[in-house]
Each structure stands twice: as C-alpha cells, then as structure tokens.
Nanobody
C-alpha cells in the first residue's frame, strides 16, 4: 500500500503546476483524500481535502481560487492543480488518503502519506 507523488518542480511566480498522486493497494473512490504542505521552517498544513464521495471540498484560505483538488477513480490517482503560484507556496507537498477499514468488528481509520514532492516558486 503506497502513494507515489509526481509533478513538483521549480517555477516562476504566476506559473502553474499539477501534482499527481498515484495509489497502489488502496482505492481512492471510497476514501477521503487531501493535500498538505510543509514550507521551510513551518509545520505541515492542510492545503485541500475532499470527502470520500467527492461532494465536499475544503481549501486553505491562502489557496482558494488558485488550487483545485480532484481525483480520477478509474486511474486511482488524485491531483492538485495549482495556478497563479506565489513564492509563499514554496513547500514540500504531500498527498494523503484517510483509509477506512470497515470489514472488522471495530472499524477504524488511518492516514496514508505520499513521500512528498518539492515545489519551489521564485519571484
């Protein structure tokens, strides 16, 4: 069970990037997903998340209107489209899946994380 991220890089302010996160051993379609980031010297913060049914999405105020979270259940892949990037978006970005284990007497959830991908935005 793992998540593999791709799509990071170094860009100029105002550019766009799309991050991808491909899953193996876990199905996106039945789990909540999210993207987090950790900037230099900062704690990890939520960027965007989507409910398991994809109906509800939430974004950090700092990225609203610029970033979009999405998923392709057929490809078992999630995405973060990032437009109009700013230097303050520079961070390591992590994808996350909240895996719900229900076929057990005591259902539980656990977090699955990608390895992280660096995004650097220069002014």
């Amino acid at each position: 069970v793992k998540l593999v991220e791709s799509g990071g890089g170094s860009v100029q302010a105002g550019d766009s990037l799309r991050l991808s996160c491909a899953a193996s051993g876990v199905t996106f379609s039945t789990n909540a997903i999210g993207w987090y980031r950790r900037g230099p010297g900062q704690q990890r913060e939520l960027v965007a998340k989507s409910s398991s049914d994809g109906v509800t999405t939430n974004y950090a105020d700092s990225v609203k209107g610029r970033f979009t979270i999405s998923r392709d259940n057929a490809k078992n892949t999630m995405y973060l489209q990032m437009n109009n990037l700013k230097p303050e978006d520079t961070a390591v970005y992590y994808c996350n899946v909240v895996v719900a284990v229900t076929n057990t007497r005591y259902p539980y959830e656990y977090d699955l994380w990608g390895q992280g991908t660096q995004v650097t935005v220069s002014s």
